[in-house]
Structure formats: structure tokens, C-alpha cells
């Protein structure tokens, strides 16, 4: 079932279709535009009555018996005596629902925990589609985030000055560049780390792990609303994430790197021109035997001094750097990326439409019939083997998961939304409003 979920997922991803199907109850009611709860109730009821409706419990004591008289116009056959409204406001039977959730909790059957909901920090609360400008049926997509450990950097650039004095002032407390991906399955694969070198970025402090995340300041925001695990928020105060340092992505290049699972020792910090700051942490991870993009902008290093030379990258950081072949794919061989470039004729990072079908291709055929050729799940399947690998990461402190929207959402108050994980409550104004009837047969 989840398999088949995560093929869908997949498939979907493929196409690029990140909209839910259909349209949303909003634009289905009004054919899109933004419509205000004012226009909705002044179809219903006196203007002059609109603002009672500000108290929730008025929406209780108004709307019931127009329910009622509709039923009874419609001939329905109702027990009328046995009608009863739900919510607090009725004693009896809020007294029955918390009888039958606290035996469900002393049986283990329920549990009350945090869950990923889009949020504005402005507003403090969960922006759900009628409270957004913009991205309706827009949801939390879960991404991993990779640990690339810093080391010490190694060419005597004066434009590592900055994380030299991070490191030394960090001591013990790890510094990690923080890729966000959805392919943790292919980590055997690095051989390098991109950023965009007009890109901005900070350290930021995640408290609970007691380490330093080198990552774009839209993404930190996402992050401390985010929990680890259970209760446990990866900073001390919700919302809040403490910068420690900014750097440009130039001063972030020709670093070195430990990341993890790689066959490679040591990998650099190299450009990548066509990162997008505004998804994930505006770091990617290069695995350029099963990403068409990773696999152009490393060969476009490779054989182009000047190009190195321009974003001051000396050739050990670029050429012993070799493609790892690491999922076989029928029919595209042991590296998909490699093939899928041939194939399609992509001569730049920036033949975009090119690289766009490659990677949708790759991405599809990876998971769908991919069979692992590297690491200890070598001979299990792309789909079988990428949650366990996941897991296996997460446990062993070498990644941890990390939400967005899945495009950008903003909320009336015109602020861009996070993915904030809150406790599952509903508001006055999610209340359920319901009578219910005993229908005579
Ligand atoms: C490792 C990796 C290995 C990736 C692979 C892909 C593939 P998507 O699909 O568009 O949602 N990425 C992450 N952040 C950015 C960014 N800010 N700008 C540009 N690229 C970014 O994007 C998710 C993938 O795009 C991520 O997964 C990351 O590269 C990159 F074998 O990480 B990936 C067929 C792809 N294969």
C-alpha cells in the first residue's frame, strides 16, 4: 500500500503535477478569486446580522433551525425528538466523546501528538486554504536533510575566513552543510555539494542536536518550527533560530566536506548556477550518476578550466572526482543520469527543458524498476530499499527530515507560510457543527 502510494507519489513528481486533482471546494463554490466570509454570509443572511457571527456559538443557534425546516420541507422522515447538537455546548454528550477517547487512550488505540500543517508565524496559527492569498491546496512536502560535515578548509582561500573562525569558535559542535533531498537512497553517489555563489546563507544553531546547519535563512525559518521526534522542537523557542554567521555562496565554495555514505573521503563545495533559494536549503548534494543537473554542471567543471578558474576551483576539487555508478536501471544502464544526458543531446546546465524531462524520466524509472548495485542493500529494489535507507540515516545522526510547502504559500496577513508542526487541535472556527438525526425508516 505505501509502496504503491510512493509510486503514485513518485509518478506524480515525475510529471512535475504537484496539485491535488480537481479543484478545491473554494474555487469550485465561486470559480476562483478571492472571496471574503463577508460575501459568502450575505448571501444567507442580513448584512446587518453578519457581525453576531464573529462569536462561534451564534453559528450554532442560527443555522440548526434552517437545517431542520429544509429537512422537513423535503418531506425527510425525522425522529425529531432525538435531534441533538455536538461540540462542549452540549454537557451530555461532550461527557460521552471524552468517555470513549480516554478508554481509546488507556487501550493504546489513540495517541496525541504534533503533525506538519502549513503555518503563518505571523499569525500564529495554521493557515488553512481560506485564510491564503495564495497557494490553496498547497501541502507540507517532506524532504531529508543530508549532514555534510565541514572540515577545516584546505587551499589557504582568504574567502573561507569567516568559516575558519566558525569552526574554531564551534569547537567540538559540528558544522554541517545541509542538502534537502528526495533521494536519500543515493547518497553512495556524491561526489561533490552545490551552491549558487550570489546565494545567501547563515549558520544557524539547532539546539536539540547541539550542532551548527550551514543553510538558506527561508529554509532555518521552516526548521524551528519543526520537531525531531515526539515533542522535541530542533530549536529552543518555536520560531526563533539563532544566526550565528551569513555567508555568500562564493564564500561557501571550494570547502571541504565529509558526507556521508560517499566512496569519496573528502568532497568540495562547488557552483551550481541553476539552484533556486526559494526550495529546499538552497544546498543540493551532487550524485551525478542518477541527477541529470548534477551530472552536466560536474562534467561542465571538469572540462572547462575557465570555468573553474572563474569561481576560484582548483582542479583537486573537481577532477579526481569520478561518477560512482550505484542503482541499474533496465534498459539505461548503471548510471541513468549519464544515459538519459547522452540520449537527450544535453550540452549545458542550461538546456532547462532538457534537463527537466531527464529528470523526470530518471526520477520515474529509478523508482520504479532502479535495483541497487552499492551498499549494504545492494540487490533490493530503488522503492524497497530508500525508506530503510532513510531510517538507517536518521538513526545513525546522519540526517533528519525537513518540511516546506510545497510551493510557495502566503496568508491574507501577507506573510509566506512554513510547515510548523502543531499540536492537533481545532480552532472555535473548525469547530463541527452538527445535528444528528435519527432518520424513521
Ligand atoms: C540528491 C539527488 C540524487 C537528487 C538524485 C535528485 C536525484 P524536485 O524534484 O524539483 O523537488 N534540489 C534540492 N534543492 C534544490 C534547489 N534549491 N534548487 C535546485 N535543485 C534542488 O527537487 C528535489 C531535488 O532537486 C533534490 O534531490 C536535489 O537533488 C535537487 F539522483 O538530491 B536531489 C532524477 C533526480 N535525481
Known amino acids: 500500500m505505501e509502496a504503491d502510494l510512493e509510486a503514485a507519489a513518485a509518478a506524480k513528481k515525475a510529471t512535475g503535477d504537484?496539485?491535488?486533482?480537481?479543484?478545491?471546494?473554494?474555487?469550485?463554490?465561486?470559480?476562483?478569486?478571492?472571496v471574503r466570509q463577508w460575501n459568502i454570509l450575505k448571501k444567507m443572511v442580513n448584512e446587518d446580522e453578519i457581525p453576531l457571527?464573529?462569536?462561534?456559538?451564534?453559528?450554532?443557534?442560527?443555522?440548526?433551525?434552517?437545517?431542520?425546516?429544509?429537512?422537513k420541507n423535503f418531506a425527510a422522515g425525522v425522529d425529531w425528538r432525538r435531534a441533538f447538537i455536538t461540540t462542549f455546548v452540549n454537557p451530555y454528550y461532550d461527557a460521552f466523546i471524552r468517555w470513549q477517547f480516554e478508554v481509546l487512550r488507556e487501550k493504546g488505540k489513540v495517541l496525541f501528538g504534533k503533525r506538519n500543517n502549513v503555518y503563518s508565524l505571523v499569525d500564529g496559527q495554521v493557515c488553512a486554504d481560506h485564510d491564503r492569498s495564495e497557494g490553496e491546496g498547497v501541502g507540507p512536502q517532506e524532504y531529508v536533510l543530508i549532514k555534510l560535515k565541514v572540515l577545516v578548509p584546505d587551499h589557504g582561500?582568504?574567502?573561507?575566513?569567516?568559516?575558519?573562525?566558525?569552526?574554531?569558535?564551534?569547537?567540538?559542535?559540528?558544522?554541517?552543510?545541509?542538502?534537502?533531498?528526495?533521494?536519500?537512497?543515493?547518497?553512495?553517489?556524491?561526489t561533490n555539494c552545490f551552491v549558487i555563489p550570489e546565494g545567501e546563507y547563515g549558520a544557524y544553531k539547532v539546539d536539540a542536536l547541539n550542532e551548527i546547519f550551514v543553510m538558506s535563512a527561508r529554509s532555518a525559518r521552516n526548521l524551528s518550527c519543526q520537531v525531531i521526534e515526539g515533542n522535541n522542537y530542533f530549536t529552543k523557542e518555536f520560531g526563533k533560530i539563532d544566526q550565528l554567521e551569513s555567508f555568500t555562496g562564493d564564500e561557501l565554495l571550494g570547502i571541504p566536506l565529509r558526507a556521508p555514505l560517499a566512496k569519496y573521503e573528502k568532497v568540495y563545495t562547488l557552483p551550481l548556477l541553476t539552484i533556486s533559494m526559494n526550495k529546499g536549503t538552497g544546498v543540493v548534494t551532487s550524485v551525478p550518476s542518477d541527477a541529470p543537473d548534477d551530472y552536466v554542471s560536474l562534467k561542465a567543471l571538469q572540462n572547462k578550466p575557465d570555468f573553474r578558474?572563474?569561481?576560484?576551483?582548483?582542479?583537486?576539487?573537481?577532477?579526481?572526482?569520478?561518477?560512482?555508478?550505484?542503482?541499474?536501471?533496465?534498459?539505461?544502464?548503471?548510471?541513468?543520469?549519464?544515459?538519459?544526458?547522452?540520449?537527450?543531446?544535453?550540452?549545458?546546465?542550461?538546456?532547462?527543458?532538457?534537463?527537466?524531462?531527464?529528470?523526470?524520466e530518471t526520477y520515474l524509472k529509478g523508482f520504479t524498476i532502479g535495483i541497487m548495485t552499492t551498499?549494504?542493500?545492494?540487490?533490493?529494489?530503488?522503492?524497497?530499499?530508500?525508506?530503510?535507507?532513510?531510517?538507517?540515516?536518521?538513526?545513525?545522526?546522519?540526517a533528519c527530515l525537513y518540511f516546506e510547502p510545497e510551493s510557495r504559500v502566503v496568508s491574507r496577513t501577507n506573510d509566506e507560510c512554513v510547515v510548523a508542526a502543531t499540536d492537533q487541535v481545532s480552532s472555535p472556527r473548525h469547530m463541527i457543527v452538527s445535528i444528528t438525526l435519527t432518520l424513521i425508516q
Open 18 to 34: 504537484k496539485s491535488r486533482g480537481g479543484k478545491t471546494k473554494l474555487v469550485q463554490k465561486t470559480g476562483g478569486g478571492i
Open 53 to 71: 457571527f464573529q462569536d462561534a456559538l451564534y453559528w450554532l443557534s442560527y443555522f440548526p433551525p434552517i437545517g431542520v425546516d429544509h429537512l
Open 157 to 190: 582561500q582568504s574567502r573561507h575566513a569567516k568559516m575558519e573562525a566558525l569552526l574554531k569558535t564551534a569547537g567540538d559542535i559540528p558544522v554541517y552543510l545541509v542538502p534537502a533531498t528526495l533521494r536519500p537512497e543515493t547518497m553512495y553517489g556524491q
Open 309 to 360: 578558474a572563474k569561481f576560484g576551483i582548483t582542479d583537486d576539487m573537481v577532477l579526481p572526482y569520478e561518477i560512482v555508478p550505484i542503482i541499474s536501471i533496465d534498459g539505461y544502464g548503471e548510471a541513468a543520469a549519464v544515459y538519459m544526458c547522452e540520449k537527450l543531446k544535453i550540452q549545458s546546465p542550461n538546456d532547462k527543458a532538457k534537463l527537466t524531462q531527464a529528470k523526470d
Open 375 to 398: 551498499g549494504p542493500h545492494s540487490g533490493k529494489k530503488v522503492s524497497e530499499a530508500k525508506p530503510i535507507i532513510k531510517q538507517e540515516m536518521i538513526d545513525a545522526g546522519q
